[in-house]
């Protein structure tokens, strides 16, 4: 763990000997009483902790200094074709230890329907991979998380467009690039694109890609559709070799 970070409502309360980060301070970093450690607290600052006690039961106190903000989200919204609930967890670690804005989880036509069927989304353990993501980032933030049945409902929403959405692009006054990753019947390559200063969003399909159907949609919802090279890739491969171009492409990683 980069930072340990605390749910807003934990930080008056000592953390159990059971918590896994108690652990990983006790045992793994042999943090002992009076010692500093980073730690933020979920969508606010971070900062460094102390700790105050280490209880005869095994749990411990401790005290912040939270005078940092979180780092800057990076303005890039990703769609994601449901992929295995195996590779849910990966995608969405990774893609939140980049600092995206947002990821939607959207039906697509080729994709395996029962995958979106998941109890991650449901039991914890999607937003368990967000905060694994942000932890090894040191960051405070996660991206937001919805699900679509299919590529029809999230178009039709365009969640990149509300102004009610706190992780989505109405946060910029310009209008964001829509691009479609498509190594099949692409229009260009993204290695090829420029967005100096955009905000993007990049929809990634299932691993059979995109229906020839979806396709137009895309183009008629106004997306480019591009190249990530002549290779199939798996969805997880795909969503971080993506969002690091275009991440790259936006301007962010210098």
């Known amino acids: 763990m980069n930072i340990i970070l605390f749910e807003p409502h934990e930080i008056t309360k000592p953390l159990s000997r059971r918590d896994e980060r108690t652990i990983h301070l006790l045992k793994v970093l042999r943090k002992k009483t009076g010692d500093s450690f980073e730690a933020g607290i979920l969508g606010g600052n971070r900062g460094t902790a102390r700790i105050e006690n280490i209880r005869l039961d095994g749990s411990l106190t401790f005290s912040l200094d939270l005078k940092d903000e979180a780092p800057p989200r990076n303005p890039l919204r990703m769609a994601v074709g449901f992929p295995r609930p195996i590779q849910i967890r990966r995608i969405l670690r990774d893609l939140s230890n980049l600092g995206i804005l947002a990821v939607d989880l959207v ?58 959405d706190k992780g989505g692009f109405a946060l910029f006054r310009i209008s964001p690039l829509l691009v479609a990753a498509d190594n099949e019947r692409p229009e260009g390559s993204l290695a090829n694109l420029s967005a100096p200063g955009q905000s993007i969003v990049l929809a990634v399909g299932s691993e059979r890609g995109w229906s020839d159907a979806e396709r137009e949609k895309l183009e008629k919802a106004g997306f480019l559709r591009l190249s990530l090279g002549d290779r199939a890739l798996r969805t997880e491969t795909a969503c971080v070799a993506a969002a690091t171009l275009a991440l790259e492409k936006i301007g962010v990683l210098g």
């Open 107 to 164: 039906g697509t036509e080729l994709g395996e329907k029962s995958y979106r069927d998941t109890k991650l989304l449901s039991d914890g353990g999607a937003r368990a991979a967000l905060i694994e993501g942000a932890v090894q980032a040191r960051d405070t933030q996660v991206p937001l998380l919805s699900a679509y049945s299919s590529l029809d409902e999230w178009l039709a929403e365009r969640p990149w467009d509300r102004s009610r």
